[in-house]
């Protein structure tokens, strides 16, 4: 797909041969309760088919009655979650994934990773044992890591796994573009999701992405966000404000030049805003 054809409708086509939308809602930090259910339903309503949460969120009951809510048909909207790091380990990981399954109301899991690798490479080796083993199960569709390094990934693919992981979710962003990790991960046919796409708000006021919103008439987070969808990554923007979903997803109407990528390419300064050194 040409970075012209670009709409809130593009999805990448994972390794496994299945469909992911390009925008998805991030819920990191939204609180559990109306603010969770609100944003996912306003998401929705926006025009948005992926949602992302995690057990360590705390919020996938609220995401899965907001999906129950919007009566949008399941096989429409894309939910990823995550195995936290705490219930690692083969049995566990099975626990884990049968309870996130319960939490979100549905009978499938279109995309489980692992949220990290700290827990060992015993655990990430069992844990994804296990994610291959809910593939086979039919309760999870695909599968991937997050916050996997090179070397993590080198491990993993060295095991000779039945499926391939699918994802790498990562934060990225112009000042943490992991130009290495990237180039890998496309060698290896697996998609980048890229989380913190807005940096957490840290570089929100910086002086050259203003100066390009200015010259694009949109938002600094509209220009951050296009960046990832012309870079070709699935982009998680956060917000559990009703006017901010909906501007994250306005930006099919314009273009960034190749220039002006070029340019905040090499804004690369590897800020990270999470806990995840890789």
């Known amino acids: 797909m040409s970075v012209k054809d670009l709409s809130i409708n593009s999805y990448a086509v ?9 925008l998805g809602l991030g819920v990191y930090k ?8 609100n944003a996912t339903l306003w998401a929705l309503e926006a025009g948005y088919r992926h949602i992302d949460t995690a057990a360590l969120y705390g919020n996938e009951t609220d995401v899965g009655r907001a999906i129950v809510k919007s009566e949008i048909p399941r096989d429409q909207i894309f939910i990823t979650t995550k195995i ?20 979100l109301h549905t009978e499938y899991i279109d995309l489980l990773l692992l ?36 070397h993590h990934l080198k491990e993993l693919l060295s095991s000779k796994p039945k499926i391939k992981p699918a994802v790498n ?8 573009n992991r130009e290495d990790l990237v180039a890998f991960c496309k060698d290896e046919g697996i998609v980048i999701e890229a989380y913190s796409p807005l940096t957490k708000g840290k ?10 919103a200015k010259k694009y008439n949109k938002s600094p987070a509209q220009i951050l966000i296009r960046w990832s969808l012309q870079r ?27 220039e002006d990528i070029e340019i ?6 590897y800020l990270t805003t999470g806990t995840h050194e890789m």
Request: aromatic share 8%; proline share 4%.
């Open 169 to 176: 979710q990562i934060e990225i962003h112009p000042w943490l």
């Open 264 to 269: 905040m390419n090499q804004w690369d300064e």
């Open 203 to 212: 570089k929100l006021n910086d002086l050259k992405l203003g100066e390009l």
């Open 84 to 103: 936290w790091d705490s219930d690692q380990g083969y049995e566990q990981t099975l626990r884990a994934a049968d309870e996130s399954l319960q939490k």
């Open 30 to 37: 939204a609180k559990q309760g109306n603010e969770t259910e």
């Open 115 to 150: 949220h990290s690798p700290l827990p060992g490479k015993k655990k990430r080796q069992e844990s994804y044992q296990a994610l291959q083993e809910l593939v086979e199960q039919g309760k999870v569709r695909s599968i991937g890591v997050s916050n996997y390094g090179v």
């Open 232 to 258: 070709g990554y699935v982009v998680l923007p956060k917000s559990t404000k009703k006017e901010r979903i909906i501007e994250n997803a306005n930006v099919y109407d314009f273009r960034i030049v190749e």
């Open 14 to 22: 994972l390794n496994d041969g299945r469909q992911i939308p390009l």
